[in-house]
């Protein structure tokens, strides 16, 4: 039986999961929800979407669908993932999955009462670089420490973005958390242990974030160093470009390589799979289509999404730590 998908929100990053579910064999993109009909019909006929709503209840009242995908300003991501969880309709919902780790919570908790599965679309999980790198990271050792950017150069977001009622956060939510997730991802998800943060808002006159540098010590010993903007002169590398320092190696993310040092052989090998760099794209659809093949997966094999609420979560609570750390000058531990 065919799986009934709907897209919640039809701006920027609704376009990549709607074509990323029209892609999939046995999935039929049923309806989409905005709040303004205008918006909404042009998105309804370019995907030939035949049911349309004006707010996430609506559809949930009428039924007949299995999951939708939440593409949303960040505050309102909480409600309507909730609101669908409790239907038991499953939700991938976009990064940054709440405005803080509260709301996080309680979607985790929505999840678990209905049973419902609840993804975050952490989308660099699904990127091939990102993917070969993590398969090759064990040749670097122990890893150490990480270093790695969510920055915009020259440019920054307008709009909902930059309100905090809205958005919750600026650049730190919007742009580092990418860098934070995949440092996380490519040190096998540990636990954050402490947060030290220096935030704040130099380039723009914004109710939010546009700057940022943020330490993160992780439990196995590893710690991150994250760098977050928009707006800003210079950028260590493209979006979630990562960088990683082990006893036995170096590894980076765009441009993709491993440096190894051969001391017996007084030389250092370079493993470099390939890729272009830069990409034509950086964000490429197959990234997102990686995405959503695996939700679906998910869904019909009934297993817990990762990244899922609890990676989600763990972000929102580095985020939220980094943020206090900012404002009260101290090291916050995240419990
Ligand atoms: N993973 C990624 O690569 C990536 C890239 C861009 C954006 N995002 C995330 O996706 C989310 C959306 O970002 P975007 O760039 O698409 O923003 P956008 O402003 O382009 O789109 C937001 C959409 O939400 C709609 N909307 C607003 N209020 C609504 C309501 N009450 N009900 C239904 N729809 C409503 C707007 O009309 C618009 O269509 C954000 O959380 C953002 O952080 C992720």
Same mark, same amino acid.
């Given at each position: 039986m065919s799986l009934k998908i709907g897209v919640v929100g039809t701006g920027y990053i609704s376009h990549y999961h709607a074509r990323a579910a029209q892609a999939l064999p046995g999935v039929e993109l049923t309806a989409v929800v905005n709040h303004r009909h205008e918006s909404m019909a042009p998105f309804a006929a370019t995907y030939n979407i035949p049911r349309q709503y004006l707010t996430v209840e609506a559809l949930l009242a009428e039924g007949g669908i299995d999951a939708v995908s939440i593409n949303t300003p960040n505050s309102l991501h909480a409600p309507q993932a909730i609101a669908a969880l409790d239907a038991g309709v499953h939700v991938l919902v976009e990064?940054?999955?709440?405005?803080?780790a509260a709301q996080a919570k309680e979607m985790q908790a929505a999840s678990r009462r209905s049973g419902a599965h609840l993804m975050v679309a952490?989308?660099?999980?699904?990127?091939e670089e990102v993917l070969w790198l993590k398969g090759e990271a064990?040749?670097?050792?122990?890893?150490?420490r990480t270093t790695g950017d969510g920055v915009h150069v020259n440019w920054g977001p307008g709009g909902w973005f930059t309100q905090k009622a809205l958005a919750g956060g600026g650049a730190l939510a919007d742009m580092g958390i990418h860098a934070i997730d995949t440092a996380r991802f490519l040190l096998d998800d540990p636990y954050p242990v402490s947060v030290w943060a220096k935030i704040g808002t130099y380039y723009t006159d914004h109710d939010v974030d546009d700057t940022g540098s943020i330490i993160i010590n992780w439990d196995n010993g590893a710690f991150s160093q994250i760098e977050s903007g928009w707006w800003? @002169?210079?950028? !260590? !590398? @493209?979006?979630a470009n990562t960088q990683l320092y082990g006893t036995r190696g170096f590894g980076s993310l765009f441009p993709t390589r491993l440096s190894l040092p051969n001391p017996e052989k007084e030389r250092v090998d370079e493993v470099v799979p !390939?890729? @272009?760099? @830069?990409?034509?794209?950086?964000?490429?659809q197959l990234m997102y289509d990686t995405q959503m093949a695996y939700f679906i997966d998910c869904i019909r094999n009934n297993r817990t999404p990762n990244p899922g609420g609890a990676e989600g979560l763990i972000n929102m609570l580095i985020v939220d730590a980094a943020y206090q750390s900012s404002l009260s000058g101290e090291l916050v531990a995240i419990a």
């Open positions: 990064k940054p999955m709440a405005v803080n952490h989308c660099w999980r699904f990127d064990s040749r670097l050792g122990r890893i150490i800003q @002169p210079h950028a !260590g !590398g @493209p979006e !390939g890729y @272009p760099h @830069p990409r034509d794209e950086h964000c490429p």
